[in-house]
């Protein structure tokens, strides 16, 4: 095995430790402390520190009230907040100011989960059961404290919003007479993380931020999301046309690390005012990025006017405003490990000046040659380079963004799985069984499971890209 390769399988193994909730450290075990939420309204804890869940109305455990008595607890205690099945939790408690010629703005918020996000300063885990958190637009959902950590699964992040708000310091800075914010961020429209975040089996849909990352800005700390769909998602809101320094990122990493795992990330994009970096996912500085049997497709832009949901025709005004199409990754500092994943139908696929190593992954077209581990498909050599003898360039098709492999893949979709896949077609010897059985960390039993959870491999090899395919197929 080459030093590339062993050094790749050291990282990707500290990252999936992080995935799987293992850790390489012998840790004492915590004390879990659960509360039941049986109420969908936005009401305070009666009394947080207490160790009850209940607000001013006698047996009522809202989930504000649960954060807050969870923030309460002794370091060494795990709080498990249960959610009501399917049930639909909206953020009413937000606060509003004056701005401009705009009227009110809202979504102030505090540190201390009483009003806004849910701030986690300690260590949450919460039990989705298939429901939905709501920031109508007007809120951000979570901001994870430094030094805490929050577990989610089973749950769907809805209509966050990051406008209003200092995420770092809490109150609203003023505005001065510019209409610019002094000192000032409003980021991570779902989630804003200086912890440990670990999200598995979830949504993200239809969240927005004035600074970067629509669905998640990491400031610190690591990010794990693992089965994860997100999707709908912008940032630089076009409200915001009096900034300077707009990003258009999805997924914001200014520290720390990140690993996707069986995830996807579709119709995403920037606000069409959006100044800099406008990508699905953007590395600015941390100690890494890892995206593992993955898709980042159709990321063609969406409108932030359309926060109810509804989906914008491709670059369209079906909401009133036009969006441009967006990058999948873009890393100017650290490293971007991307194994068995697929890109399709973003505007460009790899940009930056950071370094880049892939392997059994598909790619369009790029503006940097990454580094090869082998068994990469793209339509031009613009990704891989060739540099490895197993590298393919597949025939293509004219795409809007240059040359397409949307031949070589049926359509974008439910396939089977959590999140949305694209399924290789039959007979396609440039992506199925094309990497050898054996061959390290892309077909040796390390990663056994496709983005779809099904085996690898099937036939006489592992699959390039995200999926493998299963002989009941179509």
């Known amino acids: 095995m080459n030093r590339s390769m062993s050094k790749m399988r050291g990282f990707l193994a500290l990252g999936l430790a992080g995935l799987t909730g293992l850790s390489l450290v012998a840790c004492e075990p915590l004390q879990q402390v659960s509360f039941e939420v049986n109420s969908t309204t936005d009401a305070e804890d009666a009394e947080p520190g207490d160790g009850v869940c209940e607000t001013a109305t006698p047996g009522e455990c809202t989930l504000r009230a649960a954060v807050q008595e969870a923030n309460t607890l ?29 009227g009110f703005s809202c979504g102030y918020s505090d540190d201390v989960a009483a009003v806004g996000d849910f701030d986690i300063i300690g260590n949450v885990s919460i039990v989705g059961r298939g429901a939905t958190i709501d920031g109508k637009g007007q809120a951000r959902l979570f901001d ?8 989610a699964d089973n749950l769907t992040l809805r209509r966050g919003g990051a406008s209003f708000e200092d995420p770092i310091d809490g109150p609203i800075v003023p505005i001065d007479s510019a209409g610019t914010p002094d000192g000032y961020r409003a980021a991570g429209g779902a989630i804003f993380n200086q912890g440990t975040l670990v999200l598995e089996h979830s949504n993200i849909i239809g969240s927005y931020s004035v600074d970067g990352g629509g669905a998640l800005h990491q400031l610190s700390g690591s990010s794990t999301l693992r089965d994860v ?66 898709t980042i497709a159709n990321n063609t832009g969406w409108d932030p006017g359309c926060l109810d949901g509804q989906m914008d025709p491709p670059h369209g005004d079906g909401c009133g405003h036009a969006i441009p199409p ?10 971007t490990i991307i194994v068995r994943s697929t890109f399709l139908g973003n505007r460009t696929d790899l940009v930056g000046t950071g370094t880049f190593q892939v392997g059994g992954s598909v790619f369009e077209h790029c503006e940097v040659v990454a580094t090869s581990l082998g068994f990469n498909v793209d339509s031009d050599g613009s990704c891989h380079g060739s540099a490895q003898p197993t590298d393919v360039v ?41 990497i050898p059985v ?27 890209g995200a999926v493998e395919r299963q002989p009941g197929d179509t």
């Open 74 to 102: 002794p370091s060494d205690h795990q709080a498990v907040i249960g959610l009501q099945p399917a049930a639909s939790y909206a953020i009413e408690l937000v606060g509003c100011f004056p701005w401009n010629d705009y």
């Open 144 to 151: 994870v404290r430094p030094g805490a950590r929050l577990k």
């Open 229 to 294: 769909h997100i999707s709908q998602s912008v940032a630089a809101m076009w409200q915001m046309q009096y900034y300077d320094a707009l990003d258009g990122s999805v997924i914001e990493i200014d520290g720390g690390d990140l690993v996707v795992q069986r995830s996807s990330f579709t119709a995403n994009g920037p606000a069409h005012i959006s100044r800099n970096a406008a990508a699905v996912i953007d590395q600015r500085s941390g100690t890494g990025v890892s995206i593992i049997d993955s």
């Open 326 to 335: 967006v990058d999948a990754v873009h890393n100017d500092g650290g490293t």
């Open 394 to 434: 597949a025939p293509s098709l004219p795409g809007e963004f240059g040359p397409s492999l949307a031949g070589l893949f049926g359509p974008l979709g439910a396939h089977g799985g959590a999140t949305d896949t694209l399924l290789p077609l039959a007979g396609v010897t440039e992506v199925v069984d094309a």
């Open 438 to 464: 054996g061959t390290p960390l892309l077909c040796d039993g390390l990663l056994p499971l496709d983005q779809r959870r099904q085996p690898r491999p099937v036939g006489l090899g592992c699959d390039v």
